[in-house]
T-cell receptor, first 111, second 117 residues
Framework: QKEVEQNSGPLSVPEGAIASLNCTYS??????FFWYRQYSGKSPELIMF????GDKEDGRFTAQLNKASQYVSLLIRDSQPSDSATYLC???????????FGTGTRLTIIP | AAGVIQSPRHLIKEKRETATLKCYPI?????VYWYQQGPGQDPQFLIS???????DKGSIPDRFSAQQFSDYHSELNMSSLELGDSALYFC????????????????FGPGTRLLVL
């Protein structure tokens, strides 16, 4: 079992709708949580980070963290075709430098 | 804003050859990380450096070594290359924030695509 689990998709969402991406993690020592977007052949691009339980909003993006359930999610409102990419969930344990990534969810926004 | 710079962007090597990848972090960033991403896989952490000292180590083969220099740039040296080393190699950088408890955000460079034939 991977430390960070994501549905690989593909997840297809109509343009203008809400895309919901989910991530679970197994290490209860995880402290920091990140969502990266990666286009094919390109580098991961930071979308959001969240450290505390609850919701964090940034423009069309909302990250949700529930440490008790070891669950992180990313909501994308008013989805655009340019949002079509692979979304990587990454976690960081206190005291460690490394990010541990999930396998990513491939999101396709349908015009 | 300045980003992480990696060179070369593409590299083709034969088996058993050596390769050196370079990474120039975002200005004022003091921590550098190296990740390897195989086709269809998630990035795997290799190694990191803070203030020129190794700060964490992941699944880096013994054939690989890395260091961070006084100007904070880093080099990943890969020897006795194997076909399985073909991958995207990303460098990321961050600024260490004392007492932040590991909340530093890593920013990734464009990557070096290595092909071993």
């Amino acid at each position: 079992q991977k430390e960070v689990e994501q549905n690989s998709g593909p997840l297809s969402v109509p343009e203008g709708a809400i895309a919901s991406l989910n991530c679970t993690y197994s290490d209860r020592g995880s402290q920091s949580f990140f969502w990266y977007r990666q286009y094919s052949g390109k580098s991961p691009e930071l979308i959001m980070f969240i450290y505390s339980n609850g919701d964090k909003e940034d423009g069309r993006f909302t990250a949700q963290l529930n440490k008790a359930s070891q669950y992180v999610s990313l909501l994308i409102r008013d989805s655009q075709p340019s949002d079509s990419a692979t979304y990587l969930c990454a976690v960081k344990r206190f005291g460690n430098e490394k990010l541990t990534f999930g396998t990513g969810t491939r999101l396709t926004i349908i015009p | 804003a300045a980003g992480v710079i990696q060179s070369p962007r593409h590299l083709i090597k034969e088996k058993r050859e050596t390769a050196t990848l370079k990474c120039y972090p975002i200005p004022r960033h003091d921590t550098v990380y190296w990740y390897q991403q195989g086709p269809g896989q998630d990035p795997q952490f290799l190694i990191s450096f803070y203030e020129k000292m190794q700060s964490d180590k992941g699944s880096i083969p013994d054939r690989f070594s890395a260091q961070q220099f006084s100007d904070y740039h880093s080099e990943l040296n890969m020897s006795s290359l194997e076909l399985g080393d073909s991958a995207l190699y990303f460098c990321a950088s961050s600024l260490r924030v004392e007492l932040a408890g590991g909340q530093e955000t890593q920013y990734f460079g464009p990557g070096t695509r290595l092909l071993v034939l």
